[in-house]
């Protein structure tokens, strides 16, 4: 593992679940590093990997961060572990990240006895490599703003629920970068988390608003639950908002996938916030899901009522967004 004989002795005495967040964390930060570095060679090779004519951006940094985390996790894991990656084609790295984060491993003992037993095989871990790929691309230099926005979303599901989650952001800071975990009953570390504010910011789609999108925001708006509106890319960086002091992310449209979803999931319901689709259903991570969130997406931190915004959603808003139970 490159680490200490101490670090050894705590690897063994951890259950599983700390020790696959454990290497999370630092697999995280070694794909944040391939995208800067991707970033800063110039050339993102981009491609589109739609086929109805929208944008579905796909860059070098995206297959190469896939990569890394893919074969990192099964390396260390075997191949009982169950990886769902955004991007089916991926690129050679040199190098595979073994090592590992003792503040996760510090954390053991807070486990829950279900969480104690689980194992390599009882688990789905859901990956997007690159979250905000439409930002990413349009930032031509790491100043850009943009590149906030950007981060590594690596969720875990057991028994088809979200119960751990890395989220790295490669470009917090000025390029330092800051990663941040959660695992559900143990707590969420690496972001402050932010207390009641008393303006109510609604985050929602920096790029892929719909008439539904708006309705909602509008309704929101006018029963008082939404003061302002920030539209943003990325569902990590969304939900970071909401840690952050933003009141909800709204998002009435099925256009976000499950590997969006599972990281951040973990990071609000281990902080004590929820998030749901638009209808307040639980989003179901088996590996028999279905890989696009029919049913929209809805998140609020620990200080929100969160059915007041699931309330406040109109019936005919929620009836087109239904939820499937076939996978895509």
């Given at each position: 593992?490159?680490?200490?004989?101490?670090?050894?002795?705590?690897?063994?005495?951890?259950?599983?679940?700390?020790?696959l967040v454990s290497s999370t964390v630092r697999i995280s930060?070694?794909?944040?590093?391939l995208i800067k570095r991707i970033m800063s060679e110039g050339d993102l090779k981009v491609v589109n990997k739609a086929t109805d004519g929208m944008a579905d951006l796909q860059t070098e940094a995206d297959r190469s961060a896939q990569y890394c985390i893919e074969k990192s996790l099964l390396a260390k894991f075997g191949d009982k572990l169950k990886v769902i990656g955004e991007e089916d084609v991926t690129s050679v790295v040199p190098n595979l990240e073994m090592d590992v984060c003792l503040d996760v491993l510090q954390q053991d003992s807070k486990c829950s006895e279900e969480l104690r037993s689980i194992k390599a095989e009882?688990?789905?871990?859901?990956?997007?490599?690159?979250?905000?790929?439409?930002?990413?691309?349009q930032a031509a230099k790491?100043?850009?703003?943009?590149?906030?926005?950007?981060?590594?979303?690596?969720?875990?599901?057991?028994?088809?629920?979200?119960?751990?989650?890395?989220?790295?952001?490669?470009?917090?800071?000025?390029?330092?970068?800051?990663?941040m975990w959660a695992i559900v009953g143990v707590g969420t570390f690496g972001i402050p988390i932010i207390g009641e504010s008393a303006k109510k910011v609604v985050v929602t789609t920096r790029s892929h608003s719909t008439p539904m999108v708006t309705e909602a925001l509008d309704i929101?708006?006018?029963?008082?639950?939404?003061?302002?509106?920030?539209r943003v890319g990325g569902a990590g960086y969304k939900v970071i908002k909401c840690l952050e002091g933003a009141a909800a992310y709204v998002f009435a449209s099925p256009g976000c996938k499950k590997w969006d979803t599972a990281a951040p999931e973990a990071l609000i319901t281990a902080s004590g916030g929820r998030l749901t689709d638009i209808s307040g259903r639980p989003l179901y991570y088996g590996t028999d899901a279905q890989i696009t969130n029919t049913g929209g997406v809805l998140a609020t931190p620990h200080w929100v009522k969160h059915e007041d915004y699931v309330n406040t959603i109109p019936a005919h808003v929620k009836n087109a967004l239904p939820e499937f139970v076939s996978k895509n």
């Open positions: 593992m490159g680490c200490s004989q101490d670090a050894e002795q705590m690897w063994s005495q951890s259950c599983f679940i700390t020790r930060e070694t794909a944040g590093s009882d688990v789905v871990v859901w990956v997007d490599p690159l979250d905000g790929t439409s930002e990413f691309a790491s100043a850009s703003p943009l590149l906030q926005q950007v981060t590594v979303l690596i969720g875990i599901a057991y028994k088809g629920r979200s119960i751990a989650g890395v989220v790295h952001q490669p470009y917090y800071g000025n390029g330092q970068g800051r990663t929101l708006a006018k029963q008082g639950l939404a003061d302002s509106v920030e």
